[in-house]
């Protein structure tokens, strides 16, 4: 159980450094095109799991 939760912590983790990854490029690409607006989009969904992750903490 122990590793586990371990494993959840590091994935948690990582989602919440492809947030603040996500957070830079949809500012970045929102500007630009229907394709960079659709990549602001799916970011906004990384940072919104990485919201969700952090309640597994």
Do not use: C, N, P
């Amino acid at each position: 159980m122990g590793e586990a939760m371990t494993q959840v912590l590091e994935v948690a983790d990582h989602l919440q450094t492809l947030a603040v990854q996500a957070d830079i490029l949809s500012f970045i690409y929102e500007s630009e095109l229907d394709q960079g607006r659709e990549l602001a989009w799916l970011l906004r969904k990384v940072k919104a799991l990485s919201i969700r992750a952090r309640l597994y903490m």
